[in-house]
Each structure stands twice: as structure tokens, then as C-alpha cells.
């Protein structure tokens, strides 16, 4: 029994020996496994049944919260005072959103349009769509901002119709009509007379041409022959450039559509993106760390930079003609109205703004936007869109209806896009993204340890034994010797 202990310790010393080997080649296989798993599973192909059916057809829920800033003093702004506002709101719309036409191409891209349609929800609401409130009626100020330069009869006729039609520099009406429309002699006569000066030839509202209205036709490519390009828009409506601003870097379609992003972020990644609401592209940038349901993500959000303007950050000049910092003038891609965007109650912009408006409380918690996404993935978690829709608004001579109205820029709504993966899809994220290759990353570790372990303690045992071993030969020997000795 004594000699075959040496052969078992060495048969441990073995097993532990694969163990380590085992293990360590596990420290190196496991996190090329995952990652090769995750292109394939990344790639836009319907044969991923996850990953596609999220791309296609965004199953998480997803809201538009609206806010609208009620007027309280129009009167008084007539006569050149300081404006007054009061948040109303949320008015809160599930958003549901289907790719259709989708067209899969030789050279690794894949087109498609985005349908989107929005649904009431009074349970989520602080209201009803019946509520009414007021605000800067966009035809009136915006078309007398678009004509100042015109000849001076030119701006008394338009101040005529105006009249003609009774519409003055306020308009006071439901939400649910200012959102998706209410009918208006005025849009009727400018369409004929002025074809192209507003941007809708039916009813009229704020998010008319949202509803069941699509983000044009995106080709982005599927990353199936280069995954750092998954995502990432070719081409929009057959553009690869966009023709609203002044500089090329400007006009550059950056990013992906907005929904996912390549997977493999680091902290140095940004997530750019191009919105065709915002006709142009932007980018975020890294903020923090953080979990959700267990999952590791990466906290993205605007930089102060985003909508900057000319003066304070050069690369911005391209979206000029600027006012203060921290809006976006799109009137270039909205018929020339007088719009501008912004983050809520002017976020991050400058503080003179907040000045010219009383009644806005900005905060980062409350008006910041983010993206919370996985960075092995690039999927988002959690989203939070927030901008802000003003209007610049000025007195325009031999246009009444203007008064002497002070130059702001005036808010009027402003919107928070926001959803979060919920339900299944958090379980098989949990599972696939944290669960296996924690027990992976464990199951590699516990057998260098066990390993290491095995090793010591059969090498301490085989030392003991090769020690005994002569001892136990010699006594051995004697005890036979004296055994065998000469009998008296």
C-alpha cells in the first residue's frame, strides 16, 4: 500500500496540473467565445431572432411625455412685458414604432422606413387632451418674422389676412388640437396664394406630421462584414450629406439612426447618431458607469458643446445663423420659421436666456438627456430624450398683430422621448450578458484554485511518502532480519 501512495499523489499532481491548464486556457477562450457570440448575434440578420426582432420592431415600451409652457400674461407681452409661463403637463403618448420596406443589399447595407404612431394615455397624464391652454400661435409670429424684409405693403396685406381670418400673436385651444392639427382658414389661403411658406396643407398642429408619419428612408449597414460599421447610417432619403447648412463637417451624416449602436464601447466611445427631427447629427459623450437589473451600462449624455453656438465652439459656425448659446436654429429645415431647439427650460444654455422668460426652473436631473447603454452590446437599456421647441418672436412693422412685442426666443413645449428594456427581454439579457459569464468567469477561477490546491497538497503527500518511504524499507529489512536470526 505504501509504494502505490506515491502513484496516487502523482495521478492528483497530474489532474491538478490539467485543472490550471484547463483553467487558464479558459481565462483566455471564454472572453473570445463571448465576443465572437456577440458579433454574430449583433449582425442585422433575420436569422437572430433577439437582436432582429429588437432592431425591427423596438418590443419595450416606449412614451412621448409633453409639456406644454402656458401663457399667462399675452396681453401684457403685447405691450412689450416680460412673458410669463406655467408648465402644464405631462401629457403623456405610447409611441410604436415598425420598420417596413425592409431591403437587404449586396454591399452589407440594409434600407428601410421607420413608421411611428402615437396613443393617448389619460392613466400616465396630469390632464386630459380637452385641457386648454395658450400659446405663441406660430403662424401669426412666425410668418411676420419670415416677411420683415419683404416690401412694407406687402407686410400690411399679410396683416389684412391675418385679420380676415381672426388670428391674432396667441392662440388658446386644446392640447389635443394644437398637437395633431385643427383646421385654419388661414393654412387654406396660404397654401394656395403662398404654396411652401408652412410646412402641412391640412390641418395644423405641433406633432401633426408625426403621427403615423415615417423618419424617411434610412440604409444603414449590418456590420456582417465589418461589425464597427453595424448600425451606422449610409445613406438617408439617398443623401450622404445634408444640404440645410453652412459647412460640410455640419452637413455630415454621423452615427446610426439612434436606436443601436456597434458594439465594444470603451469610455473613450461616443455615440453619434443622426435625427431627422433635428436635421442634423449629434453626439454624445461618456458621463458614468452604472447597473441596471444587474446589468453593467455606460451613462452617455449632450455635452454643453451640442448646441453651442458659433462663438463659443468654432465647429458649430455651420449652424449658423446663431443666437445665444445653447440653441439650435433649424429654420433652414423648417420652411425658414423662426424655430429654434433646446434643451428644456434652457438647459445648459446661456443664462441670459432665462432672463427673458419668467417661470423656468432648469435642472440637470429633471431636463438633462441620456442614454444608459450596454457597452459589450451597444444596446440601449434606458433612454431619455428631452428637447425643447421655441419660437423667435419679434415686433414686425405694419404687421399690428405683432404689438410691440420684445425680441425673445419663447418656449413652447418641449418633449421627453423616453423607454427602458422591461420584462423578457431583461431576463434573457440577464441571463446571456451577466449571468453566463460570471458563472464562466468563476468556473475558470475555481479550477485554477482547485487545481493549485490539488497540486500542493499531493506534492505535500508524496514528499511525506518518499520521505517514509526508506524509513519504512529499512525497518523493514531489520524486522525480517531478526526474524530469521538464530534460534537458542
Not at 57 to 64: A, L
Not at 89 to 103: A, S
Not at 294 to 301: D, F, H
Not at 377 to 395: A, C, D, E, H, W
Amino acid at each position: 500500500m505504501a509504494i502505490k501512495r506515491p502513484k496516487v499523489a502523482i495521478g492528483f499532481i497530474v489532474a491538478g496540473v490539467l485543472m490550471v491548464v484547463f483553467g487558464t486556457i479558459m481565462c483566455f477562450v471564454v472572453p473570445l467565445v463571448i465576443d465572437d457570440q456577440i458579433v454574430k448575434n449583433t449582425v442585422i440578420d433575420p436569422k437572430n431572432d433577439l437582436t432582429y426582432t429588437m432592431w425591427k420592431d423596438i418590443p419595450v415600451p416606449f412614451f412621448m411625455s409633453v409639456y406644454f409652457f402656458n401663457v399667462l400674461n399675452p396681453a401684457e407681452i403685447l405691450k412689450g412685458e416680460k412673458p410669463m409661463v406655467e408648465q402644464r403637463g405631462p401629457y403623456v403618448y405610447r409611441k410604436q414604432c415598425q420598420k417596413e420596406n425592409i431591403t437587404f443589399h449586396p454591399n452589407g447595407t440594409v434600407s428601410y422606413r421607420e413608421y411611428r404612431q402615437y396613443h393617448f394615455e389619460p392613466s400616465m397624464s396630469a390632464g386630459n387632451e380637452s385641457d386648454v391652454v395658450t400659446i405663441p400661435n406660430m403662424l401669426v409670429l412666425g410668418a411676420s418674422v419670415m416677411m420683415e424684409n419683404l416690401p412694407y405693403v406687402l407686410r400690411l396685406m399679410m396683416s389684412a389676412t391675418f385679420k380676415t381670418f381672426k388670428e391674432g400673436a396667441f392662440l388658446t385651444k386644446p392640447v389635443g388640437e394644437l398637437m395633431w392639427g385643427y383646421d385654419s382658414g388661414l393654412v387654406d389661403f396660404l397654401n394656395q396664394y403662398l404654396p411652401g411658406m408652412i410646412p402641412t396643407s391640412g390641418k395644423f398642429g405641433l406633432f401633426s406630421e408625426f403621427n403615423n408619419s415615417n423618419t424617411g428612408l434610412f440604409t444603414v449597414f449590418t456590420g456582417k462584414d465589418d461589425i464597427r460599421k453595424v448600425h451606422r447610417v449610409d445613406s438617408w432619403n439617398g443623401l450622404t450629406e445634408l444640404p440645410y447648412w453652412r459647412t460640410a463637417q455640419s452637413n455630415m451624416i454621423n452615427g446610426t439612426a439612434g436606436q443601436m449602436w456597434p458594439p465594444f464601447m470603451t469610455k473613450e466611445s461616443t455615440l453619434p447618431f443622426y435625427s431627422p427631427d433635428a436635421c442634423r447629427s449629434m453626439e454624445l459623450v461618456y458621463q458614468r458607469p452604472g447597473e441596471m437589473y444587474g446589468i453593467p451600462l455606460y451613462r452617455y449624455v449632450a455635452p454643453k458643446t451640442l448646441f453651442a453656438n458659433g462663438t463659443d465652439y468654432a465647429p458649430n459656425e455651420g449652424f449658423c445663423p446663431c443666437r445665444q448659446s445653447g440653441l439650435l436654429n433649424v429654420s433652414t429645415c423648417r420652411h425658414n420659421s423662426p424655430v429654434f431647439i433646446s434643451h428644456p427650460h434652457f438647459f445648459n444654455a446661456d443664462p441670459v436666456l432665462l432672463d427673458y422668460v419668467q417661470g423656468l426652473n432648469p435642472s440637470e436631473e429633471k431636463h438633462g438627456l441620456f442614454i444608459d447603454i450596454h457597452p459589450q452590446t451597444g444596446v440601449p437599456l434606458n433612454v431619455s430624450i428631452r428637447l425643447q421647441l421655441n419660437l423667435y418672436m419679434k415686433k414686425v412693422s405694419g404687421i399690428t398683430e405683432t404689438g410691440k412685442i420684445s425680441d425673445v426666443v419663447m418656449p413652447m413645449i418641449w418633449f421627453e422621448e423616453n423607454g427602458y428594456i422591461d420584462g423578457p427581454i431583461v431576463n434573457t439579457f440577464h441571463t446571456n450578458l451577466v449571468v453566463l459569464p460570471t458563472v464562466l468567469e468563476y468556473l475558470q477561477y475555481i479550477l485554477i484554485g482547485l487545481g493549485l490546491a490539488t497540486i500542493i497538497v499531493a506534492a505535500v503527500v508524496y514528499h511525506k511518502v518518499k520521505v517514509k518511504l526508506p524509513h519504512r524499507i529499512q525497518a523493514s529489512i531489520q524486522e525480517g532480519s531478526s526474524n530469521t536470526g538464530p534460534k537458542m
